[in-house]
């Protein structure tokens, strides 16, 4: 080869310098202007490994967003539809849960009052968690609800609704119990005897109390089961609580008198009226007249004799003034009934 055919040929092989040729499908070469000749190109494993793994990934990704969009467009009118409408009831469904989470927590506030204040208030026994969130029965309660695209969507918000309304009708019930439990407090607390039969401006004095004193006609110590009130004959009496007269009439040793029974085991006796008001049967309020003050029966002046009953045995009236007297006025009064001397009968 002459001088000037071997530099064009050294020119042209300069062009394609450390370019790669490929004779065969595995085999690749590139060209060393240094030596004038081709060489082949070393690759490692690990680089065709991971030029394979990379390449089947994107083949994967290019053929899932491609189904994604040609699935999309050959949807048809009312596939579109139905999604649309899959979607929207993923979207309330989910605002659904939200509003039940948010019941579930006021529920929560309200069954911690009714335990704590509500039902402790009126002497109630709690209710325990065992009994409000108590599960139901059967092997699979859901079971019909299985067998769709979206079955576990489904019985999750079917199972939170029995389970928020099965706490709502326990809830329920307590709070009809308590309605009923306030109206028989309300009731209690207006039998049971609050007030002095006899208005305190209109009465002389506290004559005798509970305890043991001389009986006048008797002339032995006898213990005096009530309070005597000392007032003019004709002063008013008033039933000290709401209830039903049991007795109006006229005794031997308390001349003209009246039993009202007030119910929760309480009953009232009103002893030595001038005349009676109340009649058998008659249901009274507290507060109402049901006769005047007199000396009849066993009695040596002018005055009523009061007793309270608690389950058929006599208590002392002293503790049952809390509706009418100051404080001040309770212990003046509970002095005098303390005072050594002999009672009015």
Do not use: C, W
């Not at 062009?15 to 499908?25: D, E, I, L, P, R």
């Not at 579109?80 to 939200?98: G, P, V, W």
């Not at 001389?214 to 609580?241: C, E, N, Q, R, S």
């Not at 003209?256 to 001038?274: L, P, Q, R």
């Amino acid at each position: 080869m002459s001088f000037q055919k071997r530099n064009a040929f050294k020119e042209n092989h300069k062009k394609h310098k450390n370019s790669t040729f490929s004779f065969m499908a595995k085999v690749k070469y590139y060209y060393d202007a240094d030596t004038l000749s081709y060489r082949k190109i070393k690759v490692d494993k690990k680089s065709i490994y991971k030029r394979a793994v990379f390449g089947l990934l994107a083949v994967l990704l290019i053929a899932f967003f491609g189904f994604i969009g040609f699935s999309q467009f050959l949807m048809t009118p009312n596939e579109r539809a139905q999604k649309r409408e899959l979607d929207n009831l993923k979207l309330h469904y989910e605002l659904l849960s939200k509003r039940m989470e948010e019941s579930a927590q006021v529920l929560a506030q309200l069954q911690e009052r009714d335990n704590n204040i509500y039902r402790t208030y009126f002497e109630a026994n709690p209710i325990p968690d065992e009994q409000r969130k108590a599960g139901f029965g059967g092997v699979n309660r859901y079971k019909n609800l299985e067998g769709f695209d979206n079955s576990s969507m489904i019985k999750s918000v079917t199972k939170d609704i029995d389970i928020l309304s099965k706490q709502l009708v326990v809830q329920s019930k307590s709070l009809d119990e308590i309605v009923k439990l306030a109206r028989e407090k309300e009731k209690m607390l207006a039998a049971i005897p609050a007030i002095l039969p006899v208005k305190k401006e209109q009465m002389t004095r506290m004559a005798s109390g509970y305890k043991m004193r001389f009986h006048p006609i008797l002339k032995i110590m006898k213990f005096h089961k009530g309070m005597d009130f000392t007032a003019p004959v004709g002063t008013p009496i008033y039933a000290a609580g709401s209830g039903k007269v049991i007795r109006a009439q006229r005794s031997p040793t308390f001349g003209n008198v009246v039993y009202i029974d007030h119910g929760y085991g309480y009953k009232t006796i009103y002893a030595h009226m001038s005349k009676l008001k109340a009649r058998k049967g008659q249901k009274v309020k507290r507060g109402d007249l049901i006769g005047y003050v007199g000396n009849t029966g066993r009695s040596v002046a002018a005055h009523l004799h009061y007793e309270v009953h608690k389950n058929d045995r006599p208590v002392n009236p002293m503790f049952f003034y809390y509706g009418d007297l100051t404080p001040e006025e309770f212990l003046k009064m509970q002095k005098a009934s303390e005072e050594k001397g002999q009672s009015f009968d």
